[in-house]
């Protein structure tokens, strides 16, 4: 098949040098492009990469090679797509094996949603006290059309009826386990669970997808089939998907227990609690300024402030504020989905998933800090400073996303 060729990747992603530190004694990675090559013939694992902030912005679909690349192991090959099938087992009465067909068989729907990692924008908090984690700066996210079977058909099928969750002892969960192979696993699959109620709710949209944009799931996405769970951090939507469990808790696997957890800025690696905190799901409201670069030179007159506004939980972006001093004084920045036309913020939208674009052109006259700050439907703000959401895992910055420009002749 195709898929036996090299990952598409596109030439301009920034290519994560700690990581490929942390997993290479090559002396080599000062060089980007040697080590984007060396990335492409699989020296360096995993691979992790992300776009330009122009390149980010430059279409509202995102494509593919320019689409971030987070992996936590080596990129599995699974191009025997006739045998390829996914396991579906625990608390079901009859435990099925799932091949492509099946899951093509069923009801197809694209949508359109915003893929985020929780470490977008770590490398800033980093800048505070550092944090552990690969350096992100702000493109750690994209947005694609998903196509695929809703995994409450797939559940269905499997004989687990829609909106299920009752059970004596609470809510069940449906686990995700993945292919790969990685390090904090101790060389066990990457894994993940999301609760039943939301893997049934055919309206929470979580898709078993095939397709990114029209196209067959590249491998560096997941081919040849990927969990995608909108409105939740990327974490939770596993790639090369390998087998479906239900089960009573939740999963025990160390991306959902040891790590991707929010904790309060007191908290530091000799008095951490892993098991008194929640494994994150939805991600909070979200924005970043993509048009200037910190710290950009530019000429007085007129600038173009542009960026995404994303949040989680299928909440809509409802206003985007900016600043171009600092925060003292706001307008208020158009959004848009389709260029063109204006966006209408409505809960109901087939695009509650996705990022907004935001764009507005104010005069900037003397050396000045630029801000943005989003405000989601449910009135949600970001915080101001970073200080204030610090954690030493360094997921979630969505402070005021803030880029200073220095104004010349
Ligand atoms: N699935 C597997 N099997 N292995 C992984 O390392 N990384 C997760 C998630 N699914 C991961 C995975 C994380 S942390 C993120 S942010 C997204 O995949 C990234 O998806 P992408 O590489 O398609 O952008
Ligand atoms: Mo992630």
Same mark, same amino acid.
């Given at each position: 098949?195709?898929?036996?060729?090299?990952?598409?990747?596109?030439?301009?992603?920034?290519?994560?040098?700690?990581?490929?530190?942390?997993?290479?004694?090559?002396?080599?990675?000062?060089?980007?492009?040697?080590?984007?090559?060396?990335?492409?013939?699989?020296?360096?694992?995993?691979?992790?990469?992300?776009?330009?902030?122009?390149?980010?912005?430059?279409?509202?679909?995102?494509?593919?090679?320019?689409?971030?690349?987070?992996?936590? *192991?080596?990129?599995?090959?699974? %191009?025997?797509?006739?045998?390829?099938? !996914?396991? $579906?087992? =625990?608390? &079901?009465?009859?435990?099925?094996?799932?091949?492509?067909?099946?899951?093509?068989?069923?009801?197809?729907?694209?949508?359109?949603?915003?893929?985020?990692?929780?470490?977008?924008?770590?490398?800033?908090?980093?800048?505070?006290?550092?944090?552990?984690?690969?350096?992100?700066?702000?493109?750690?996210?994209?947005?694609?059309?998903?196509?695929?079977?809703?995994?409450?058909?797939?559940?269905?099928?499997?004989?687990?009826?829609?909106?299920?969750?009752?059970?004596?002892?609470?809510?069940?969960?449906?686990?995700?386990?993945?292919?790969?192979?990685?390090?904090?696993?101790?060389?066990?699959?990457?894994?993940?669970?999301?609760?039943?109620?939301?893997?049934?709710?055919?309206?929470?949209?979580?898709?078993?997808?095939?397709?990114?944009? *029209?196209?067959?799931?590249?491998? %560096?996405?997941?081919?040849?089939?990927? !969990?995608? $769970?909108? =409105?939740? &951090?990327?974490?939770?939507?596993?790639?090369?998907?390998?087998?479906?469990?239900?089960?009573?808790?939740?999963?025990?696997?160390?991306?959902?227990?040891?790590?991707?957890?929010?904790?309060?800025?007191?908290?530091?690696?000799?008095?951490?609690?892993?098991?008194?905190?929640?494994?994150?799901?939805?991600?909070?409201?979200?924005?970043?300024?993509?048009?200037?670069?910190?710290?950009?030179?530019?000429?007085?007159?007129?600038?173009?402030?542009?960026?995404?506004?994303?949040?989680?939980?299928?909440?809509?972006?409802?206003?985007?504020?900016?600043?171009?001093?600092?925060?003292?004084?706001?307008?208020?920045?158009?959004?848009?989905?389709?260029?063109?036309?204006?966006?209408?913020?409505?809960?109901?939208?087939?695009?509650?998933?996705?990022?907004?674009?935001?764009?507005?052109?104010?005069?900037?006259?003397?050396?000045?800090?630029?801000?943005?700050?989003?405000?989601?439907?449910?009135?949600?703000?970001?915080?101001?400073?970073?200080?204030?959401?610090?954690?030493?895992?360094?997921?979630?910055?969505?402070?005021?996303?803030?880029?200073?420009?220095?104004?010349?002749?």
């Amino acid at each position: 098949s195709d898929y036996s060729q090299e990952p598409l990747r596109h030439p301009c992603l920034r290519i994560n040098a700690k990581a490929i530190l942390s997993y290479s004694t090559f002396p080599f990675y000062l060089l980007k492009k040697q080590c984007f090559q060396l990335c492409l013939f699989g020296i360096f694992e995993p691979f992790n990469a992300e776009p330009p902030r122009s390149a980010l912005i430059s279409s509202y679909i995102t494509p593919v090679d320019l689409f971030y690349k987070r992996n936590h *192991g080596p990129i599995p090959l699974l %191009d025997d797509i006739d045998r390829y099938c !996914v396991s $579906v087992n =625990g608390l &079901i009465e009859n435990p099925k094996e799932l091949f492509m067909n099946d899951i093509r068989m069923l009801p197809k729907y694209n949508v359109t949603a915003t893929l985020q990692c929780a470490g977008n924008r770590r490398t800033a908090m980093s800048k505070v006290k550092k944090v552990k984690g690969v350096g992100w700066d702000v493109s750690t996210l994209g947005n694609a059309v998903w196509g695929g079977a809703k995994l409450a058909d797939v559940l269905e099928f499997v004989g687990v009826s829609k909106f299920s969750y009752c059970t004596q002892k609470g809510g069940k969960h449906v686990e995700f386990v993945s292919v790969d192979k990685c390090e904090e696993e101790k060389g066990g699959p990457y894994k993940a669970s999301i609760p039943l109620i939301q893997a049934s709710n055919p309206e929470a949209d979580v898709l078993l997808a095939y397709e990114m944009n *029209g196209e067959p799931l590249t491998r %560096d996405h997941g081919y040849p089939l990927r !969990v995608v $769970v909108p =409105g939740v &951090i990327g974490a939770r939507s596993v790639k090369w998907l390998d087998s479906i469990s239900i089960n009573e808790e939740q999963c025990q696997g160390f991306f959902m227990q040891k790590d991707y957890k929010m904790f309060p800025p007191s908290v530091d690696w000799s008095n951490i609690n892993w098991s008194a905190r929640r494994p994150q799901m939805d991600f909070p409201v979200q924005c970043a300024i993509c048009s200037l670069e910190d710290v950009d030179h530019i000429k007085p007159g007129k600038v173009t402030v542009s960026g995404y506004a994303v949040s989680g939980g299928g909440r809509g972006i409802e206003r985007v504020d900016v600043s171009v001093d600092g925060g003292k004084n706001w307008i208020e920045a158009p959004r848009y989905q389709k260029i063109g036309v204006p966006y209408v913020a409505d809960s109901l939208s087939s695009y509650k998933w996705a990022w907004v674009f935001f764009e507005v052109t104010l005069d900037v006259l003397r050396n000045s800090e630029i801000v943005a700050k989003a405000v989601d439907s449910a009135a949600n703000v970001q915080p101001e400073k970073v200080e204030e959401i610090w954690n030493l895992r360094g997921i979630l910055n969505t402070s005021w996303h803030r880029v200073q420009v220095r104004v010349g002749h």
